[in-house]
């Protein structure tokens, strides 16, 4: 009994000193084995994937008792690349080795109850090492709790500071702990992530309410032993796993499973003290990011040396793409960019002094080192500016885009603020312009990543626009202005708000275009400082003495703020009492459109404009397209998370013709960003004072007798002052004002000293002409970093996972010209309307775009991951002869014959499992994810002559989709023809829509092929001659020919037509047009010659003669094409009448003397009295070859679809056969009620917006109040 107590008692006493806590003895060695690794792919079988694998032994040596040393041992790295099932992982001895030098020194931490903290390590340890620590000791760090079996709090991990859940168990027998952890990277307070790149990129929260792009789970389990020391976990897993789609990751994804296990294999005793050497901190056990500009993704080359090789580099590239771009070499540009962001500054200098006297190589350095975004570009370009041996062309090309790229850090803020006191930026005023607004731009950026933002980053700008108002320059004024635009800065408020009439403190009165500038200032304001704006900018709508054209703009402004409906109730309650009916119509307009909004920023904006619309509908829905409007259309897709809107705004006022300004921009809505694509605009302030309140002889029609009598009055523009622009477009991308150029009295003066024809050979243009006659040639590239967009995210290993998206292009253009004069110019350049000029040219014009997508685990040792590549070039090559007469009217043009075939355009792109590393850079393995096996589902397309089939008899795999096609379409008359290639290979799996569209071998082009003739040609000749000489034609002979060709068609109707009596009736109005005009005279207006040339042989091909009939009231022309070559009487003749205003009609017959085949167009408009305009269209056919009626059946089976797809309904009913009509019912000032009648069924629709002409709908008010 004594014994039993005995043993209950130290039970008791054992469980008492047993902990969960976690815990390390300082006196006690603990080994692990530690595997962890990393996969991509879709985890789909029989797909290939990508992948890595680390593994070693690590030992824990106590320091203090809170303090303890890491060491590694066995370090192993592996890579994967290929399929589950099929390959194995294998090893990268040298760049474990290289891993391995660094890990076998000793690391140290500090370890209190489960949390590591204060990692250290020699200094020469890199940071990538460092993470791939922190990854293991990332296993050790867990909260235990005893008292609750679930529990949530955030801790920090290596993702960042995270919502951790926990769960535990104990097991009864053992004792010991299961835990289980989940951490909630997706919502953390401060996650260890970051996002580089289109910072004008506006984020849209509303469309993540939609979907997401990606989508993370962090799951760990822990078995935790007991112990008199504390808990001491005996085994670790963890599982990372994320879904990632360039669209919605509900449909489809990429995916990314992350495992690390750590099992404890012995405790011992320490022995002695292990050894240690100077150590320095590395932080705490939250990811650091490593600097990772010069790792780029998709590349990975040996960095060693980096001047010579990009020097290398610049010259292959500048020699390769010296007549043409050379779409293979595209990717050198990224090896490039790479290189160059290693070179120290001084490297910057001996590259600029090689290529500074090279023409080509010196334009690819500045274009390229522009992507060095850091403090190096900037005193690149300081130098450069300081030492004047940059044109202003260059500089404001180069300033431009380093700016664009530049990193966002403050200390380049301020370095970049001396551009902006330098003499040479002022030295050019299109380069002072640029200067002024990129800096802007710059600050943008700066407080997208920065908040607050310092009002010392805009306070250059600040400064400038006060100056400008003290000095009164409206010049100045509106440039500080777009650049305050630029900056989006709330604390421009305040000055803003000085050039505001009714909002400044003190009074000011300042012409539209300042007023302009400083209402759009505020456009990106909007989103950062709403409120504020919405104030200015309804008190500025409110004022009904302001312009016209500045309170749209405030509307405008106003919306950009996302009002609130009751703010947009109160809107709509003043457009009720509102007088000015261009306010109105411009408000209205708006306030539909939005309306119609469906993409997710606008979800609940265009809630409020349907309310607003139905109120004011009544009043104000008809007002005609005479006012100013706004228009704007929109898509989103959910699937795709992708959409696009378009924007069409037009001001005008009442005292003006034309409108007072115009702008045009487009937006690009992805995975939860709004990208701003470029915008257009003009303003006409000059040309609106020149033309006045009216234009003599304008009718409003936009007919010609309209623009002869705007450009009668604009020749009177040398009364214009000299300081007010005539003309000012601008343009902005990505929000970001980068343009501006405004047409003076004083550019013109210029355009007509240099153009004038009575100049001599003092003129500017007659040193050109001269030039060209004795042979030039130009050449000119571009290469740009359009996109590159990086995210980087901390994974369980200590891994960086990245998610990048990089869209190049080089874009290059070629000129050889040579120009002669026949006879030659002796003296002035009006010879040149007398003379014949002769062309010889031959040249190239073309891009390669290449786009990359990359997903996947990327260091400056080793990359693996899931890679989509995408290569779109396009090159136009020409040579050809051209003659130019002016005084004849005759111009002729000859190219070389086809010899061989080459692609115009072509589409290739894929997507691969990658695997990449540093000692073996050029072993890289890309495996495309969906290899080529053909199943039976392939398609042989016949296209005449050719027949293109399968090129593979390989084993069919489930969901395989491959198809092979080439459509070719040619002329053996003269040699040439176009092909259509395509071939896509696909696997298609439900659910992951609509990833598997872009999953896959995609391959299209449009190649210029030769094509066998009948006989050899030499070249091929266009002739067009506006000259009567050599044309005159019987008058009679061609009424007769067409009176007998019209009867003979009128009797075929009549024979096999169901709605002879219509159609007849057409033929014979036609003939009494004919008749009528017998008297009179048909002029040949211009005949067009299409030929093959072959030696001393009679030329073919075709020639087209039209002629027209000029009557009082009836306009005739007839179009009569004939193919020229021996014994061949095709023809086609096309007879047209038109009454203006009243209706059209069109006889076509074609075939052996215009007789095989034939049909009639014919449309007619009715505007009677009391009924609403309308506009009717026929197409009747007799008689069609069977090739075209084949087309026209195929196309017919598409109409019910597309009519579906546009909101058309469809009725089933017997129409004419043989026909085709349609008519157009004008129901309102913005809509029309189309139908169209097929011969077995009729599509419609009623109400569809659609804008009209003035005149159209002043027709259309008389009849309606005629109804009234």
Known sequence: MKGLLLCCLVALATSQSLHYELGLNPKKTYEYKYVGTVNFGLGIANLAESGTRISCGIKIIGVSQQTFLLQVSDFSFEEFNGVQGQDQFKASPKLTERIASQLVKPFMFDFVAGHVDNIRSSAEISNTIVNLVRGILSSFQVTVKTTQTFYELEEAGIHGKCQSSYVTEINGETKVMSITQVVDVNNCRDKAAVYKGLATAVLDRFSKQRGESVVSTVRSVYTVKPTAEGGLITRAHGLEQQNFSPFNVKGGNFKMEATTEMVLLSVNDTAKAAPYGSMESKGNLVFKFVDAEANVPIIMQNLDNPIPKAAELIKQLAEANRYQVDSTTSEDTIKLYQLLRLIPYEGFDVLWKQFAGNAEQRRWFLDMIVEVNDARILKFLQTRFHAGDLSANEALQTLMVAFDHLQSIPDLIEMAKMFLHMPFSKSNVYLWQTVVLSYGSLVYKHCAYNTPCPVSAVQPLLDMAVESLRSGNHTDMVLALKALGNTGHPGSIKTIMRFLPGVAATPVDLPPRVLSAAVQSMRLIAAREPQKVQEITMSLFLQKNLATEIRMLAFMILFDTKPSMALVNVVTVHLQDEKDLHVISFAYSYLKSFSRSSTPNNHFLSTACNVAVKILAPRFGRLSYHYSKAMRMDWFNDDFLIGTAAEVFMLRTATNIFPTEMMMKGKFYFIGRILQLLELGVRADGLIELLGNGIPGFKG?????????????????????????????????????????????????????????????????????????????????????????????????????????????????????????????????????????????????????????????????????????????????????????????????????????????????????????????????????????????????????TVVRPDSDQTPTTNTWHRIAKMCAGSDIYGVGLCMESEFRREFYHDEYPLYYFLGYTHMALKVVPVQTKKPVDKIHFEFNASQRGQEVSTRQLLETLRRLSMEATQRVRQSSDSASSVGGSHQSHYDNLMEARNATPEAVFNVNALAVSGDQKPEGYNAVFYYTREPIIQNSQLIVSQVGENINWKMCIDATVKPRVESTANIRWGAECQSYEMSIKSETARLPGAKPKIKARIHWTRIPENLAEVCTRFESYIPGMALLLNFYQKHEINAKQEISASFVVTSADSIDVMIKFPEYTVYRQAIPFPLPPATYQSYNVTSEAQQ
């Open 701 to 945: 029609d936009l007919s010609f007798s309209d623009f002869q009598a705007v450009l009668n009055v604009v020749k009177n523009w040398e009364i214009l002052p000299y300081d007010k622009p005539i003309l000012t477009a601008y343009s902005r991308a990505s929000g970001q004002e980068w343009f501006l150029a405004n047409l003076n009295k004083e550019t013109i003066e210029n355009i007509v000293r240099i153009i004038g024809l009575s100049r001599g050979k003092d003129s500017d243009l007659w040193a050109m002409i001269e030039n060209l006659q004795k042979g030039v040639s130009w050449h000119w590239t571009k290469p740009f970093l359009i996109i590159e967009v990086r995210y980087f995210q901390a994974t369980i290993l200590g891994l960086p996972l990245e998610i990048s998206k990089y869209y190049h292009t080089i874009n290059g253009i070629t000129v050889n010209a040579k120009v002669g004069a026949n006879p030659p110019l002796t003296g002035q350049l009006g010879q040149l309307l007398t003379t014949e000029i002769s062309l010889e040219t031959d040249g190239f014009i073309g891009f390669t775009k290449d786009l990359w997508v990359y997903y996947g685990i990327n260091t400056e040792l080793f990359q693996c991951g899931s890679e989509f590549k995408a290569k779109t070039p396009l090159a136009i090559p020409w040579k050809f002869d051209a003659k130019i007469n002016i005084a004849e009217k005759k111009f002729e043009l000859d190219f070389p014959a086809c010899k061989k075939e080459f692609a115009i355009y072509s589409v290739s792109s894929n997507v691969y499992a990658v695997t990449r590393n540093i000692e073996e850079p050029d072993l890289a393995k890309m495996t495309p994810i969906i290899a080529n096996p053909i199943n039976s589902n392939d398609e042989v397309v016949h296209v005449s002559p």
